[in-house]
Structure formats: C-alpha cells, structure tokens
C-alpha cells in the first residue's frame, strides 16, 4: 500500500488534455516538495517535473506540475503518441524519515 | 554528460548476499548524494537507500533496514549497495539515482536526476 496515491490509469486523444492527481499527507507533500518522473515502456524513469512546477531543461511546456495542500497534480496538455508512459510522484516523507512514491499512473493515448 | 552505470546483479539463492555496483561519470561525484531505487517486475517504484556526499549519513526504507548496507568510494566515483539475507521479495531491477544536493535528506526539497539503467536481481532458488 503506497504512500501516496495515484489513479491507476488515464487516457486522453492526441491534443487533450490529461491530469494526474497524487494525494498524499501532512508528513509528505503537505510538507515537502512533489516531484515527477516519467517511465516510458522498457526504461529508466526520467526525472519530469521538479520542487512541485518546474521543468527540467529538454522537457516540453506541455508538462506541468502543482500542489496545493496535501494533494499534487500533473498535467499533459496537447497530448502526443509519445507521452505514453508511466508517471509517479514522489516526496520526502518526515515520518518515515525517506522517500515516497506513488503507485504509478499508466497513461494511454487514444 | 552524466551517466551512471549499475552492475553486480544477477540469480541468487534466497539467504545468500549480492552486492551491486555503480559506477559514476560527468559529474563531480562527491557533490552529490546518491541514492538506489528499485522496481520490482511489473510493479511501482522503491526508495531503498541514499548516502550523503562524504558518507557521513545513510538512510534506508524499513524493507531493507538492518539487511542492506549502502556505501560509497569518492575517490573512485562508485556506489555499492552490499544486499544481505535476501528472500523474493527484493526480486527487483535496482537503479543508481544522482540526488540534486549533497545532502539525502528531502526536507530540503531534493530531486532525483539521472537514473541508471538498471541491473536485475533475482532471488529465488
């Protein structure tokens, strides 16, 4: 049982828009920053979105990223073939003095 | 340009010990805390361990407290992870992960980037 939840899956066509939610606690994303990481099939995950909103430095402006409380949010706008993948949270958590994920949510384009 | 390559996995014995390597280059390896995560097959994503920059703290997932010892060589650019009493539960792929910041303490809002490739362990007899 994670931690941090996330919805199992998402879809969206090529252009929509998709959101990923990650809800968490006081003693995680309550507290500390949220970040992203994609996990395109067969490989490493890729550090996506970083301290709750920003983009590293070769990741399109189609992604984005929020917090607000205990919750995180990861938004894909202008949906492409290519943003099919696995997206997880993560955060320090205080109480369990490490880090946490999410689950994982398994994005689909239509 | 960073890279981290990750060796040292393979088929174990329940019980028995394995210890992974990784090996770091492009970066000023002891500005950066390092961590290992692992990805059991078809499964999410693990924080296992993560040392600081001059090995001064460690800090490890109960899964693994008091099994696993994290553990790094500045001088030669390396991690290692020494995996002791090992059951099927650690099958996983175990990725080296540069921390942001010296420290491996997230309170102060540390990012993981890059990863490793990866390398396979597997447990069973």
């Known amino acids: 049982q994670s931690v941090l939840t996330q919805p199992t899956s998402a879809s969206g066509t090529p252009g929509q828009r998709v959101s990923i939610s990650c809800s968490g606690s006081?003693?995680?994303?309550?507290?500390?920053?949220v970040n992203w990481y994609q996990q395109l099939p067969g490989t490493a995950p890729k550090l996506l979105i970083y301290?709750?909103?920003l983009r590293p430095s070769g990741v399109p402006d189609r992604f984005s990223g929020s917090k607000s409380g205990t919750s995180a949010s990861l938004a894909v706008s202008g949906l492409q073939s290519e943003d099919e993948a696995d997206y997880y949270c993560?955060?320090?958590?205080?109480?369990?003095?490490?880090?946490?994920f999410g689950p994982g949510t398994k994005v689909t384009v239509l | 340009e960073v890279q981290l390559v990750e060796s040292g996995g393979g088929l174990v014995q329940p019980g028995r010990s394995l210890r992974l390597s990784c090996a770091a280059t492009?970066?000023?390896?002891?500005?950066?805390?390092m961590h290992w995560v692992r990805q059991a097959p078809g499964k999410g994503l693990e924080w296992i361990s993560g040392?600081?920059?001059?090995?001064?703290?460690?800090g490890y997932a109960d899964s693994v407290k008091g099994r696993f010892t994290i553990s790094r060589d500045n001088a030669k650019n390396s991690l290692s992870l020494q995996m002791d009493s090992l059951g099927a539960e650690d099958t996983a792929l175990y990725y080296c992960?540069?921390?942001?910041?010296?420290?491996?303490?997230?309170?102060?809002?540390?990012?993981?980037?890059?990863w490793g490739q990866g390398t396979l362990v597997t447990v069973s007899s």
């Open positions: 992960v540069k921390d942001s910041r010296p420290s491996w303490f997230g309170e102060l809002g540390n990012w993981f980037d890059p």
């Open positions: 492009g970066f000023t390896f002891d500005d950066y805390a």
């Open positions: 040392i600081s920059w001059n090995s001064n703290t460690m």
């Open positions: 006081s003693s995680n994303i309550g507290r500390n920053v």
């Open positions: 301290s709750n909103n």
């Open positions: 993560a955060a320090w958590d205080d109480s369990l003095n490490g880090y946490v």
